[in-house]
């Protein structure tokens, strides 16, 4: 019989945090270390303009972060982009089943960077930090059956590179080189560093 997965107590913080994301991955992993926050999703609109993957995430991360700080006095706002890239592509979400097949198609027997930033601001004292994290995954040489098999799946559809890795896409992900967590879309040990940025140093 397999034991259940430890409820963690709630940690209320000295400060407010507002996590600046709609993202369900996102949000479980702040609720799986027990913190108090709220969610707040940003208005501000992604542009994919011709800069590297890191520039691009770091753009969109203190966008999402800035538009929501707006509507606080008092909180500590977290805004998060990831970007996945391979060479000169940018990876998106898939625009439609096709779309879908040829980011899969460029990522088979492929190494790519998955790039998370992070931009935390202080409403109150208007001090931010940023953060980069980059993470390289290896998938395998995908079979067309592979490809059509998980594109049917739907769990593709609405992530960045077309795959969930802590969902079906696992078996395709030969190697990771960097933090796990980035690629779910929010890299938690550099979270932890920029919060004790601000004070926040008891998250346990």
């Given at each position: 019989?397999?034991?259940?997965?430890?409820?963690?107590?709630?940690?209320?913080?000295?400060?407010?945090?507002?996590?600046?994301?709609?993202?369900?991955?996102?949000?479980?992993?702040?609720?799986?270390?027990?913190?108090?926050?709220?969610?707040?999703?940003?208005?501000?609109?992604?542009?994919?303009?011709?800069?590297?993957?890191?520039?691009?995430?770091?753009?969109?991360?203190?966008?999402?972060a800035q538009e929501v700080s707006r509507h606080?006095?008092?909180?500590?706002?977290?805004?998060?982009?990831?970007?996945?890239?391979?060479?000169?592509?940018?990876?998106?979400?898939?625009?439609?089943?096709?779309?879908?097949?040829?980011?899969?198609?460029?990522?088979?027997?492929?190494?790519?960077?998955?790039?998370?930033?992070?931009?935390?601001?202080?409403?109150?004292?208007?001090?931010?930090?940023?953060?980069?994290?980059?993470?390289?995954?290896?998938?395998?040489?995908?079979?067309?059956?592979?490809?059509?098999?998980?594109?049917?799946?739907?769990?593709?559809?609405?992530?960045?590179?077309?795959?969930?890795?802590?969902?079906?896409?696992?078996?395709?992900?030969?190697?990771?080189?960097?933090?796990?967590?980035?690629?779910?879309?929010?890299?938690?040990?550099?979270?932890?560093?920029?919060?004790?940025?601000?004070?926040?140093?008891?998250?346990?």
């Amino acid at each position: 019989m397999s034991e259940s997965a430890p409820v963690h107590q709630k940690v209320t913080l000295p400060r407010q945090i507002v996590l600046a994301s709609q993202s369900p991955r996102r949000r479980e992993l702040l609720e799986g270390i027990g913190i108090d926050f709220l969610v707040h999703p940003s208005k501000f609109e992604e542009k994919e303009t011709h800069i590297t993957p890191e520039e691009l995430a770091l753009h969109n991360a203190m966008g999402k972060a800035q538009e929501v700080s707006r509507h606080y006095k008092d909180a500590l706002i977290i805004g998060v982009d990831t970007v996945v890239a391979f060479n000169e592509h940018f990876l998106g979400k898939p625009k439609d089943k096709e779309d879908h097949k040829r980011i899969l198609r460029i990522l088979s027997n492929t190494t790519h960077k998955v790039i998370s930033a992070i931009c935390i601001i202080d409403t109150r004292s208007k001090k931010n930090v940023t953060a980069i994290e980059t993470t390289f995954v290896t998938v395998e040489k995908l079979e067309e059956s592979d490809i059509e098999a998980y594109v049917a799946s739907g769990e593709g559809d609405d992530k960045a590179g077309g795959y969930a890795i802590q969902g079906l896409g696992c078996l395709f992900c030969r190697k990771i080189e960097g933090d796990y967590f980035n690629v779910v879309g929010l890299p938690m040990y550099r979270l932890r560093k920029l919060l004790k940025e601000f004070g926040i140093k008891k998250l346990i």
